[in-house]
């Protein structure tokens, strides 16, 4: 079982929709990041957050260090949101970075 | 565009040749990571240099040589690789803990 653990896997939905992913993971850690990844393979930083709640725009990134537990959402959702979403966190112990397996996200029109 | 360029951006190669993904970055970085992305899996985290010395090596098998010449250009050398070696390879830079990814290579090996 990997230490950082995302669902769904695949998730489509229809533009406007409401959208949740989750990660939850098993190791203390000092921070949480979620990045974004087009199709074409580039990744791009959304949130770093090491407590509470971040808004960008539509995203909002949340974390609940208890339960060991973070949601992105993005409200009103468009079809240029398609992407793969990934959350990773960094080890407290030795500061690496622990990698999700990503949830890909499909907004149809 | 996030500063860091891969090239080439896409390589298909038999598993007999040499070929080498070349990474660069603008940013004024003094670490660079080479990753491994396949199919439905995280990434997997292969190489780290640190002002231009390496610092981590994930137990990759050494047919993955990797050069760093100065903190700005990052390689990776390929030899007599295997199919399953086939994958998106990503290159990042860091001055701190956020990483600034590539836009990676995609590598087929027949």
């Known amino acids: 079982k990997n230490e950082v653990e995302q669902s769904p896997q695949n998730l489509t939905a229809q533009e406007g929709e409401f959208i949740t992913i989750n990660c939850s993971y098993s190791?203390?850690?000092?921070?949480l990041h979620w990045l974004q990844q087009h199709p074409g393979g580039g990744i791009v930083s959304l949130f770093m957050?090491?407590?509470?709640?971040k808004k960008h725009g539509r995203l909002i990134a949340t974390i609940n260090i208890q339960e060991k537990h973070s949601s992105l959402h993005i409200t009103a959702s468009h079809p240029r949101d398609s992407a793969v979403y990934i959350c990773?966190?960094?080890?407290?112990?030795?500061?690496?970075?622990?990698w999700g397996a990503g949830t890909k996200l499909i907004i149809k029109p | 565009e996030t500063g860091v360029t891969q090239t080439p951006r896409h390589l298909v190669m038999g598993m007999t040749n040499k070929k080498s993904l070349k990474c660069e970055q603008h940013?004024?970085?003094?670490?660079m990571y080479w990753y491994k992305q396949s199919a439905k899996k995280p990434l997997e985290l292969m190489f780290v240099?640190?002002?231009?010395?390496?610092?981590e090596n994930n137990s990759v098998p050494s047919r993955f040589s990797p050069e760093c010449p100065n903190s700005s250009h990052l390689f990776l050398h390929l030899h007599t690789l295997q199919p399953e070696d086939s994958a998106l390879y990503l290159c990042?830079?860091?001055?701190?803990?956020?990483?600034?990814f590539g836009p990676g290579t995609r590598l087929t090996v027949t």
């Open positions: 190791v203390g850690i000092s921070a």
């Open positions: 940013l004024g970085h003094n670490a």
């Open positions: 990042a830079s860091s001055r701190g803990y956020e990483q600034y």
């Open positions: 990773a966190v960094r080890s407290r112990s030795n500061y690496q970075l622990i």
């Open positions: 240099y640190n002002f231009k010395e390496q610092t």
């Open positions: 957050l090491s407590s509470g709640k």
